[in-house]
């Protein structure tokens, strides 16, 4: 008898953490596309904290840049601006643009272009490959809330991020095959 009883105890603990587990995926969906780019889950989850209801904003004005944000409950986790540039954006540097940010330098990045990244921030300029689009599409991303890591490492998940999201969205704009 007692050993149906651990058994069955085993038994109940392994169901109430399922259950458990899989009321914690139904909270927070996350979305397959920001700023009408598309996006992996494996590289937006990571920005994103535990939640109940998740919002996306997106405006734009003609020919000017556009701004997206994802607010978690109420409070603003990702913030975007977007512009295309038909000549080099700017005339400051990765490491200039960087430089009021702890930890910010200028990254490496899986697309041709540029980008200085700190733990809360990014600025990249993609550059495009296509002759009838723009020359340039510029991104300046802004990250807040718990997840936030201000280690010199805190940059990572942003990189991760905006590896995903930049050649997608260089895409959208014609600026990339």
């Known amino acids: 008898m007692k050993k149906n009883r651990s058994g069955l105890a085993v038994l109940v603990c392994a169901v109430m953490m399922l259950a458990a587990s899989g009321c914690r995926d139904q909270g927070l969906a996350v979305p397959e596309r920001f700023c009408h780019a598309p996006v992996k889950k494996s590289s937006l989850s990571p920005l994103l904290p535990d939640g109940e209801s998740l919002k996306l904003t997106y ?28 000549r080099k954006p700017g005339p400051a540097t990765g490491e200039e643009v960087g430089s009021p940010h ?14 200085s990244f700190g733990s809360s921030i990014a600025i990249v300029r993609a550059k495009c ?14 990250f807040y809330g718990e997840r936030v890591d201000e280690s010199p490492t805190g940059y990572k998940k942003l990189l991760h991020f905006v590896n995903d999201f930049v050649p997608g969205l260089t895409k959208n704009f014609r600026c990339t095959k």
């Open 59 to 86: 405006s734009a004005s003609g020919g000017g840049p556009a701004y997206c944000d994802v607010q978690v409950d109420g409070h603003l986790i990702l913030s975007a601006m977007v512009a295309r540039w038909d």
């Open 129 to 142: 490959d296509s002759a009838s689009a723009s020359r340039y599409v510029s991104v300046v991303l802004d």
């Open 102 to 115: 702890e930890h910010a330098a200028k990254r490496e990045v899986s697309f041709p272009g540029y980008a």
